[in-house]
């Protein structure tokens, strides 16, 4: 039997499921990284705010693919560090330039700081936007959302979760008032003054331009009135919203490996940074997982096949159940599974017409996100 089914069955069974919550999880059983994280549960935000954002970012990538050397997410920080240098080098010149023709940034200094910061990474760092897409991404590379695929290789794709944690990592190095927020599909970058005054800023965009929140509403994804009454969107992240918002990409990833032991931890510890599962999208993640988990452990258990990438995910039943909870969480985890069914074809194409045409080179954008 595979490790992968050995880690879904013994979760599944140390977790206690029980249809909405664990019931109890004993956090030394599952290694130095679970223990590390379950106990920044309990820590205060103030103790949380003392972590950086990109600190908690390369720190959701650590054991999945992509983050296999440790050296890749350690250089961070001093990588950063140094951008941040460059980048106030690379702003004290032009400083001229605002105060002849204020008019060109509507009279903003702020928005002249952020043109300049954009212009820094696309020009001289060459990470640029490119072709997007929002249907049937790959989030089997944890360089897909965390920071530090583009900070330490220069061939790594940029995505719209990677792009907008590089520009609040560097501006607040800065001391700019840079937050990252959450839109459905992508991340963007809010400058927002302590007056209240703010704009935004699409981290994939070509080029610089400041843009309120109803541009979010309808771009990458379309949001409807309860998503937006949910509280998941459009605020400005704390520490505890960087832990909350990148566990989701971690299992997303996960999920996405067909990793499910590892993804119901982490669900474990998503609910547990939350205060609880009250709010429905940590509850559906939640559920879905969890359905998600049985179901491929069941199926595989009945083929006599040593893990879940044997299997034909498009006919792993999924029943539905009797409550309504259970009906939705059924729901959300076939399409889940056909979801990822279309990924490993579009995988396997793509992995077929690289070998005869080469690897594409250089950075490029792909918004990725399914919450």
Known sequence: MSTNAVDTAAVLDAMGYRGGEPVHVHINRYGQWFWALAQDTTRSDAELRERSIDFIN??????????????????????????????????????????????????????????????????????????????????????????????????????????????????????????????KGCYFVRWEESNGDYFDIDATAPEFKSLDDKHFRNWPREMSEQELRSGFYFRNLSARGHYIHFLFDRIRCLIDNLRMGEALQSCWLLSRFAGGSRNPLIRDQWAKVTIMARVLEQTRQQAGVEDYASLDLRNVPVPEGAKAFEKKAASLARKELDRLAVVRENAQRRTKQESVAGSPQGNWVTVTGTY
């Open 58 to 183: 390369t720190v959701m990538a650590i054991g999945l693919p992509g983050a296999e050397d440790p050296k890749s997410y350690n250089m961070c920080p001093g990588k950063l560090d140094a951008l941040a240098e460059h980048v106030r080098r690379y702003t004290e010149p032009h400083d001229g330039h605002f105060q002849r023709s204020p008019e060109k940034y509507g009279n903003s200094l702020a928005r002249f700081r952020m043109s300049l910061l954009v212009t820094f990474v696309q020009e001289v760092l060459g990470v640029r936007a490119g072709p997007v897409s929002v249907d049937n991404s790959n989030g089997a590379d944890s360089r897909s959302f965390s920071v530090h695929g583009i900070l330490s290789d220069d061939r790594c794709p940029a995505t719209g979760t990677t792009l907008p944690v590089l520009y609040v990592a560097i501006g607040r190095r800065l001391q700019y008032p840079l937050y990252l927020v959450q839109a």
